[in-house]
């Protein structure tokens, strides 16, 4: 009985700019190169040099770029190389003052994929890519402080993290898991901004679960903190007036 063979297993690396759309014309013939060269830049940093000159499928998207990689480096792209394109948008950042902040969505994908790269593993890097959680995280922060904002499959999460891999300072804690949908796609996938700790945040903002475990830290923590509130229907101490100044301190209404 005849049967096909599985094609080579890759890990997939896709980037887009924030607000690229924005740009004129001529900004974004400059910028989508150098996004290639700030990708294999970070890369270089942690050691990818080789394999990111070995890529296959290469090729722009338009506003971003999208490679596939050999699988084993997953820990690498897990690890230090979100800090690593961090550092390198802050830097190019910084050379550009007064001008709007490049900023970059990035998602990491793996599964079985000819050299082509076309399949259902480029299909669903690509949804993890635009879905509405990384758009918002990436919206909400200070374009002058967080450059990237990332998100790997629920695959490439157990991959790395359940191999215990060193990958650097990374923890577990600095990703958080929700549920990607996209169109028909709705699968669970792993959010993650260099440096942060989602113990101090609410990933309820970015539709993160309610039980996860940061939500479920941060609730204990909260609940022991808690005072006695009492509740006034004028003045200054009312629960509409602590209400809106803490609305105004962290953005706005939830």
Known sequence: MPWDRLPPCRAVLAVDARNFSAHTSKVMQELNPEIQHLLTMALDDIGLAASW????FGQHTGDGYVAGLQQEVLPGLVGPFPTALQRRLAE????????TPLQLRVSIHAGPLPDSGLGVPMVHTHRL????????????????????????????YEDVFESDCNIGDVHRGHY?????????F????WLHVPGLDWSLADPALFGGPADSEATQ????????????????????????????????RFGGAQ
């Open 53 to 56: 000159e070995a890529r296959e």
């Open 92 to 99: 190019r950042n910084a050379e550009h003052r007064g001008r």
């Open 129 to 156: 890519l635009d879905d509405a959680a990384l758009r918002e995280l990436l919206a909400r922060a200070n374009p002058e402080i967080t450059f990237a904002a990332f998100v790997v499959s629920q695959r490439v």
């Open 176 to 184: 958080v898991r929700y549920i990607a949908k996209v169109k028909s």
């Open 186 to 189: 709705e699968q669970p996938a």
């Open 217 to 248: 830290k941060a609730d204990k923590s909260a609940t022991r903190a808690m005072p006695a509130v009492t509740f006034n229907s004028q003045g200054d101490h009312t629960y509409q007036a602590m209400r809106q100044r803490n609305n105004h």
